[in-house]
């Protein structure tokens, strides 16, 4: 069981995990309202909110162990066996379901051995013909995994510049970055086929993971304690201005935008979120949520809607049973892999690090 003072971060994952089916849930449907396809739409920036609480509990541990022997190898083993196992089942799932379900094969396209062997090396993140996954939405996996690459390094520079000149420095290069990145995107324009990898590619995602990392200073210097009073009128304001750039050609600062406002919402959560209720218990089940999530809002859903047409007069009725039944299957189904695979191979982990470590040197958790 979580320490109290991280419910707030299940919480997190839970939104965003209920954003991602949200915004999946609407594919099959082609005559939603306009209010409910917005904000469906928007539902795809709960990968962002993923990442910014990704971001701060990386940071958060990495403080806790601080004098771990081997942390940077432990690290890996840790992140490899937190992640890959469930994703290695979802491709195999996904694999099988595109070979025997005719009906799917159009949905997941075909998948060259090239593609399958680098989700398998988690480098698909890399490559522009594999970046979106085996797995619906793994694009998120192999973005994720190169942070991790990357993380221990820039966690010790981000703490050195910290220390010495204040969290504000860190502004810097994430403002630094996200131009650049929002340059290239203008650059490439959406008829360029490297428009999408790059939008998804840990470079543009970056200036995200640093706002997590940012906020991880802010809360442990207790610079940014919860004001409600000014931290939901931001949320709102900044989900604002996300939703208007879901039409333009400027959507391309979405992410950025969108995670400025899940910063604001983190303070919402945890100025509420004092108890384990239903939104923290899909956190916990978030990332099996997020790996199967697919079948049930996309391919069971299409199915339905196939045999079973509804008039467009009903679609927004059929959209939100659809959508509570769909997570509810969903967090069925993550409930088992969860304790099955999730909790099983993170224990591994675990034992790995404990096994060639100082015992007295590696703290539990």
């Not at 988690?122 to 694009?139: D, E, T």
């Amino acid at each position: 069981m979580r320490p109290n003072k991280l419910l707030y971060v299940d919480a997190m994952r839970g939104w965003a995990i209920l954003m991602v089916i949200a915004s999946h849930q609407a594919l099959p449907f082609k005559n939603l309202s306009a209010p409910i396809k917005l904000l469906a739409s928007y539902g795809q920036t709960g990968v962002f909110l993923f990442f910014v609480a990704s971001a701060f509990t990386l940071c958060n541990s990495a403080l806790g162990r601080e004098n771990e022997h081997y942390r940077t190898r432990n690290f890996f083993i840790r992140r490899f066996f937190r992640i890959a196992p469930l994703y290695y089942l979802g491709v195999a799932f996904y694999l099988g379901l595109s070979a025997f379900v005719p009906n799917t094969a159009g949905m997941l396209g075909h998948q060259p051995a090239v593609n399958v062997a680098a989700n398998i090396a988690l480098v698909h993140g890399f490559l522009p013909g594999a970046f979106a996954g085996v797995v619906p939405g793994g694009w998120s996996i192999g973005t994720e995994w190169a942070f991790y690459l990357m993380f221990p390094l820039l966690f010790a520079g981000c703490w050195k510049l910290h220390s010495l000149f204040g969290w504000k420095i860190l502004l810097v290069p994430t403002v630094i970055v996200a131009v650049i990145s929002a340059l290239i995107l203008a650059e490439l324009g959406m008829a360029n086929t490297l428009f999408w990898f790059w939008y998804d590619f840990v470079f543009n995602q970056l200036p995200i993971f640093m706002l997590g990392i940012i906020l991880f200073f802010l809360v442990r210097d207790n610079l940014f304690q919860p004001v409600l009073g000014r931290d939901i009128p931001m949320f709102v304001i900044f989900t604002a201005i996300g939703l208007w750039l879901l039409d333009r050609h400027l959507f391309v600062m979405l992410p950025l935008i969108s995670a400025v406002s899940f910063v604001f919402l983190f303070n919402i959560l945890r100025a509420t979120s004092r108890s384990f209720g239903l939104i923290e218990r899909i956190g916990r089940a978030s990332y099996s949520m997020y790996i199967f999530h697919f079948v049930f809002a996309v391919f069971a859903t299409a199915a339905i809607l196939k045999d079973f047409p509804v008039g467009a007069a009903w679609e927004n009725s059929a959209f939100g049973a659809a959508l509570v039944i769909s997570t509810a299957a969903t967090y069925m189904v993550a409930r088992v892999s969860e304790r099955f695979i999730e909790h099983r191979f993170i224990e591994f982990g675990r034992i790995l690090t404990r096994s060639h470590s100082p015992a007295e040197a590696v703290p539990r958790g």
